[in-house]
Structures are given as C-alpha cells and as structure tokens.
C-alpha cells in the first residue's frame, strides 16, 4: 500500500485450471479486454485436426483418449507461436504448459524471446460440476473428446500431470487463484481484480 506509481499491468500471462474450469471463455475475454492474444494449445491442436494436417493427424490419436500430445510436438508449436508479432507485447496461454518439460521449455523459449511470466491465473472449480459442464459442452460441440470416459480419464491426467505445476509456478510468487464457479462474467470481473493486485 505504500507504492504510489502503478505497477504495470500483468501482461504474459497463463491460465491454468482443470479441464472444463471455463479457462477456454475465459482466456478469450481477459485477452480481449488486454489486447493480447490468447493462445491455445487446445484450439490449435483442434484446427490441425479439422484441417486433416500431419500435426493434426497425430495430435488426434492422443486427444481421443484424453492423453496428453508428446511434449516435443507441443513445444516447438508454442515456441513458433510465441515467436510471432502479435505475442511481443503479451499473451495468455491457455492450455500450457500441461507438464514439468513444458515448464523447462517455455522458460528457454521465454528466456530465448528476452522475456519471462508476470503471472499464472488459477481456476479453482469443483470436480463434480466439472464433469457434467463436459458432458454438456460434449453435446453442445460435439468434441469428440468430451465423452464421460474420456472426461474422467482427461482429469484424472490432470491430476497427476498437471496439479504439480502449481507448486512450482507458486514457489516463484506467480500463482493468483480465481473461484471459477461463479457465473462467467462474475469470473472474469475476479480474474481482472487478480491482475490487478499488487
Ligand atoms: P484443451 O482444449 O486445452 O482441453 O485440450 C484438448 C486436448 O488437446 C488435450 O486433452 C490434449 O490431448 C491436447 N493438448 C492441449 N494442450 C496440450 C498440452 N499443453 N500438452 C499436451 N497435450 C495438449
């Protein structure tokens, strides 16, 4: 409280959360308001995967099983992605890092591009409301990957996966947590209030 110039505003940004938290919604709408790009790894994988490509080819034997794509596929993906013009000023990555390796490599492609996180944003939500919200936007969008096995076996990934990055973004003082059961406007009034903390 005792800071009078205003610290700038968090613009590297990641969202982390279980599948169905709403990271997806909302990462489109923090990003907007801060004119930044959201990047997801999810959606691209998805776009490979309509536009029938090599990496949408392989990407979508492991997303039907509601594995993890390996990291050495994921990695040179974001790394490309953030090395693009319109990510020089910011971003908010949805969807990854999803590992310790992706970690380590966003950190040497962040470090490589002279630059480093401001922040990590984390969607708190119950599992239980979690898998019917799948369930539901399975039937709304017809992913493919949003059946009940699919969901279970996408969470459970999550937990064992997933869930460390956590202590490891907290040790670095990066972790501010958002209650994602709120309504999604109420969510992304939260997640704008967490960036604009300290
Ligand atoms: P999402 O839309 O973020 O839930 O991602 C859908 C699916 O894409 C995941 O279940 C994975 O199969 C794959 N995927 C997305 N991001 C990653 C990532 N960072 N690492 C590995 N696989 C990913």
């Excluded at 399975?138 to 096995?149: I, P, Q, Y």
Aim: net charge negative.
């Amino acid at each position: 409280m005792t800071s009078s110039s205003s610290a700038p505003t968090a613009r590297r940004l990641l969202i982390v959360g279980p599948p169905g938290a709403g990271k997806g919604t909302q990462a489109v709408r923090l990003a907007e308001s801060l004119s930044i790009p959201a990047i997801s790894t999810g959606d691209i994988f998805r776009a490979n995967v309509a536009g029938e490509t090599e990496l949408g080819v392989l990407a979508k034997s492991y997303m039907d099983a509601g594995e993890y794509v390996p990291d050495s596929v994921t990695n040179d993906m974001v790394r490309s992605r953030l090395s693009e013009d319109d990510a020089k000023d910011g971003f908010l990555l949805d969807g990854y890092p999803r590992t310790l390796d992706q970690v380590e490599a966003l950190d040497g492609t962040l470090a490589e591009l002279g630059t480093a996180l401001d922040a990590v944003l984390l969607l708190q939500v119950e599992t239980d409301a979690v898998v019917s919200r799948l369930v539901e936007r399975g039937r709304a969008e017809g992913r493919s990957d949003d059946t009940e096995a699919t969901i279970r076996r996408r969470l459970e990934v999550y937990a064992e996966q997933t869930a460390p990055l956590i202590d490891v973004y907290e040790n670095r003082g990066l972790v501010r947590r958002v209650d994602g059961m709120a309504t999604i406007d109420e969510v992304t009034v939260s997640l704008q209030e967490a960036l604009a903390e300290r």
